[in-house]
């Protein structure tokens, strides 16, 4: 019982609280945004048979940033995803067929 009560007055016990429903609400945000890219980048790929460079780096950094937030949710890490620290890196655009 001592445990529950340090842990109820704990500032940092809260304040990770307030964090995580940030992040929450974040990544609420961000996977509706992935579904379109996904949904954006199949359509170019459809009609032009190419992947969409821009969209193919944003998603690549988006999905990485949803990846730490819920990385964090889990507690997994303690390192707080963007805007706590840098925007993830977008991954190179593969190598793709000129057929």
């Known amino acids: 019982m001592q445990a529950v009560i340090k842990?109820?007055?704990?500032e940092?016990?809260?304040l990770r609280l307030?964090?995580?429903l940030v992040f929450a609400v974040m990544a609420e945000i961000a996977i509706p945004i992935m579904m379109l890219l996904v949904l954006v980048q199949f359509v170019f790929g459809l009609?032009?048979?190419r992947l969409q460079?821009?969209?193919?780096?944003?998603s690549s950094s988006l999905s990485k940033f949803i990846f730490q937030a819920f990385q964090f949710l889990s507690y997994q890490t303690e390192a707080k995803p963007f805007p706590f620290n840098d925007w993830p890196k977008a991954s190179g655009l593969p190598k793709q067929d000129e057929s």
């Open 47 to 49: 009609f032009f048979g």
């Open 18 to 20: 307030a964090f995580m």
């Open 12 to 14: 940092a016990f809260w």
């Open 7 to 10: 842990n109820l007055t704990s």
């Open 53 to 58: 460079a821009e969209i193919y780096a944003f």
